[in-house]
């Protein structure tokens, strides 16, 4: 279990659920008083390299938060593509990935 905070704030704790190391891990994220739900990540092994599967299932705990899920589905796509560009400038500078969890 671990804790993030959200661009507002907002405490997330983060618990994992199953996993299948290295492959697939799957969570349960619940950020106070305002969303829950999970988040699965799959790697599929490629000859380049591995894709990257990341599924969220979230639901509005608070009214207002409804608008926010709605803004995190539409930007979706953008999200993923930075983080991609994020994780692979990370490694050709020579980082590490972390363990499996």
């Known amino acids: 279990m671990w804790r993030t905070d959200d661009d ?3 405490a997330t704790t983060w618990i994992v659920l199953d996993a299948d190391p290295p492959s697939r891990v799957r ?3 619940v950020a106070e008083g305002w969303t829950a739900g999970t988040a699965a ?3 599929t092994e490629t000859p380049s390299g591995c894709r990257v599967t990341v599924e969220y299932d979230l639901t509005a705990i608070h009214p207002d938060a ?3 899920l709605d803004r995190f589905a539409d930007e979706y796509s953008t999200s993923l593509a930075s983080w991609q560009s994020l994780i692979v400038d990370h490694l050709d500078a020579g980082g590490a990935m972390p363990d499996p969890v």
Do not use: P, T
Request: proline share 0%.
């Open 66 to 68: 409804a608008a926010d």
């Open 8 to 10: 507002e704030g907002r």
């Open 41 to 43: 990540v799959a790697l």
């Open 27 to 29: 969570y349960a994220r």
